[in-house]
């Protein structure tokens, strides 16, 4: 959580009106054909809607024609709209533009940013689906420990989306990474350590667990916590909820999840969740066992 010296927010709202091309060729008559392309573009950027919601929107007309990129995070609305007719006349080219951008100060990503963010070398999105098949024999498997160390138990979906920009409540790069999971599905403590919960701000209601050594696990926009500050939890231990709380409300729920290693500066997560999901799917084949064999003492106590 670093963000940017300069705080910046409000709403872009560019309006690509009209571009219009026409493109004269000789027919095989000896008649010229004007093509004409027009394509309208709308995009519409508000600050406050939820994390993790991005869309890029590039308007290009035609070969050789103007090419109008907008990138934009936090798209509310977009629409676009193209339409293409050709005609056959003798009147020479006409080409017309009209652009018109409106800006009120908003969250710029700037070369510098944009750079950094290209640099960082990325590895492929994941999900849980091989562990929640290899865990499908044991119905509680997720707040059973099934999960290992991975912070969420159940389906879920994350990519490597460290540094990212994001929008709130200012401009700035995401340090941590979205796991992204249907509302209500367990939050598991990826570490042993001692809870504090939090609730207000962008994160909404979150589930800190600090291990003895500093090291802290941030887990945020929970849609309820199952923990008290204070108590103490083991690794596997449901601590709260997949929600949207905080800056994710009305997005699709996940949980932001940021790792601060001694106490120090946030790490990029995704390859410590990827690794806790290898080990408990590695782990699955066993776990299911431990199942099964305790089914059966229960049956010949
Ligand atoms: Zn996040």
Redesign the pocket.
Do not use: P
């Given at each position: 959580m670093s963000p940017p010296s300069r705080p910046l927010a409000g709403v872009v709202l560019t309006v690509v009106a009209l571009l219009t091309l026409a493109v004269p060729a000789l027919a095989e008559d000896g008649t010229t054909t004007t093509s004409s392309t027009t394509t309208s573009s709308t995009t519409t950027t508000r600050p406050d809607s939820g994390?993790?919601s991005e869309t890029t929107t590039t308007s290009t007309t035609a070969p050789g024609a103007e090419s109008t990129t907008t990138t934009t995070r936090r798209a509310t609305s977009t629409t676009s709209s193209t339409s293409t007719t050709s005609t056959s006349t003798t009147t020479p080219t006409t080409t017309s533009t009209s652009t018109t951008t409106t800006t009120v100060p908003d969250a710029v990503v700037t070369p510098e940013m944009q750079a950094r963010i290209d640099a960082y070398p990325r590895t492929p999105a994941r999900s849980t689906d091989a562990l929640v098949a290899a865990l499908e024999l044991v119905p509680d498997a997720a707040t059973t420990g099934g999960f290992g160390r991975f912070p969420v138990g159940g389906r879920a979906t994350w990519s490597h989306d460290w540094l990212f920009p994001r929008h709130e409540p200012e401009l700035h790069f995401?340090e941590?990474t979205?796991v992204f999971a249907a509302r209500g599905t367990p939050v598991l403590s990826p570490t042993a350590g001692t809870v504090r919960v939090s609730n207000g701000g962008s994160g909404g209601l979150a589930v800190t667990v600090t291990q003895t050594d500093g090291t802290s696990w941030y887990l945020a926009h929970l849609d309820a916590a199952t923990v008290r500050t204070g108590d103490v939890v083991g690794p596997g231990a449901v601590v709260g909820t997949v929600g949207d709380s905080g800056n994710a409300r009305g997005g699709s729920p996940h949980v932001?999840v940021e790792v601060w290693p001694f106490g120090g500066a946030p790490l990029d997560p995704k390859p410590l969740l990827d690794a806790y999901a290898d080990e408990a799917l590695r782990g699955a084949p066993a776990f299911v066992a431990g199942h099964r064999l305790a089914l059966l003492r229960a049956g010949a106590a």
């Open positions: 994390d993790g995401h941590g979205d932001h």
